[in-house]
């Protein structure tokens, strides 16, 4: 599979180079693309994209009216469904736009109205949810004020940015102290985004309070249980999405919301398929329940790995499991299947790693297991 960030490519510099040469007089082509091409190679995504940014902005005039009517002339007409479409002889859109973020954040506060509507016209193309964040930083109350304006905009990449563009942490972005510290300037701007017809925008808004939920946990289950209260099953969605982080947790008042209390059951211990297991291999995880409740209790049931570390002691790791439904008296068996392969975010050590559940968030006893890996017994 070619590397993601091939999407910064020769054939997209040579792109962005014949759309300047098309709005600006006297313009070389073949510089710009020299300046950018043999430099790629050793460069990750981000850092490209960083690159492309600076040679533009030392292509384009200085005169900031005239800098943003060039790139928006170099903008693809078509404004909606474009993430995932190259940049041709129409315009630029897709991936080629994330440069443009870079390049008027970075280099457009000092005409900060006119770069904040370039930014809304760029988000029709791709998102500008890197680059808006430089006029957050610069000065949160006046972009968040202009931001307030996009939530009635028809173009719902534009409204989705209102919610993505803000939130504290968000991935592969420069993080938002301001908004980490007190988020209270953007609630209102999420909730009047909660009910939007778009499930893109909604999900936005869930992820953003998720995001808000790792520094504010009471914060977020306080606005979840208020909105809850007007309960629609797409609200019920964007809040349950919102507050995942929360539920692996089993933070109790968080499960509440959505009808999972402390579980009256009696439950065996967790049953393993298999005592040992190699990297590659799959095994099934389960556990028997029975009700002791008078009336049907929900249950929300993740499983936990505990991984074995390094110096001997184990990490606990939640993975989403499910919700049932147990009626008064009934037993069920709930079982999982987990792959155990190698991923760049956790190193496995061989040994006895532990297994158990988390029933509205109440963990049961642990069962054990021998991870093994090539070399090692």
């Known amino acids: 599979m070619e590397p993601f960030k091939n999407v910064f490519s020769p054939d997209l510099v040579r792109c962005l180079a014949a759309h300047l040469n098309r709005h600006m007089r006297g313009f070389d082509a073949a510089a710009f693309a020299t300046a950018i091409e043999p430099r790629l190679a050793g460069l990750e995504l981000k850092a490209r994209a960083q690159l492309i940014a600076d040679r533009l902005h030392d292509a384009l005039p200085a005169d900031p009216a005239r800098r943003a009517e060039i790139l928006l002339a170099m903008l693809h007409p078509d404004r909606i469904d474009h993430a995932d479409r190259p940049s041709d002889e129409d315009g630029i859109c897709g991936w080629a736009v994330m440069p443009l973020t870079i390049l008027v954040g970075q280099r457009g506060i000092d005409d900060f109205d006119r770069s904040m509507s370039l930014m809304r016209e760029l988000t029709m193309r791709f998102s500008a949810e890197f680059g808006i964040r430089y006029f957050l930083l610069a000065d949160q109350a006046r972009a968040l004020a202009i931001m307030a304006d996009w939530i009635g905009d028809p173009n719902r990449h534009v409204r989705r940015l209102v919610s993505e563009g803000t939130r504290p942490r968000l991935p592969w972005a420069m993080q938002l102290p301001a908004l980490i510290i007190d988020p209270a300037p953007v ?13 893109y925008v909604r999900r936005s808004v869930a992820n953003h309070l998720n995001d808000i939920s ?13 909105w809850m209260i007007e309960e629609e099953a797409e609200r019920e969605a964007l809040l349950r999405h919102a507050c995942r982080t929360l539920i692996k947790q089993g933070q109790a008042d968080a499960l509440a919301i959505f009808g999972s209390r402390l579980p009256e059951i009696e439950m065996e211990p967790p049953r393993l398929s298999a005592r040992e297991v190699r990297m590659g291999e799959t095994i099934e995880l389960s556990v028997t329940l029975r009700s002791l409740a008078a009336q049907s209790q929900r249950l929300t049931i993740d499983y936990v790995l505990h991984f074995l570390k390094a110096g001997g002691s184990r990490r606990p790791k939640v993975f989403k499991g499910g919700n049932i439904i147990l009626a008064p008296g009934e037993a069920t068996t709930f079982s999982r299947r987990h792959a155990f392969k190698e991923v760049t975010t956790r190193r496995h050590y061989p040994g006895v790693h532990g297994v158990s559940f988390r029933i509205n968030g109440q963990d049961t006893a642990q069962a054990e297991f021998a991870l093994l890996l090539d070399g090692h017994n």
């Open 187 to 199: 609630l209102p701007l999420l909730e009047r985004l909660r009910d939007d017809p778009e499930p």
């Open 214 to 226: 790792k520094d504010h946990p009471a914060l977020v289950v306080e606005l979840a249980a208020r």
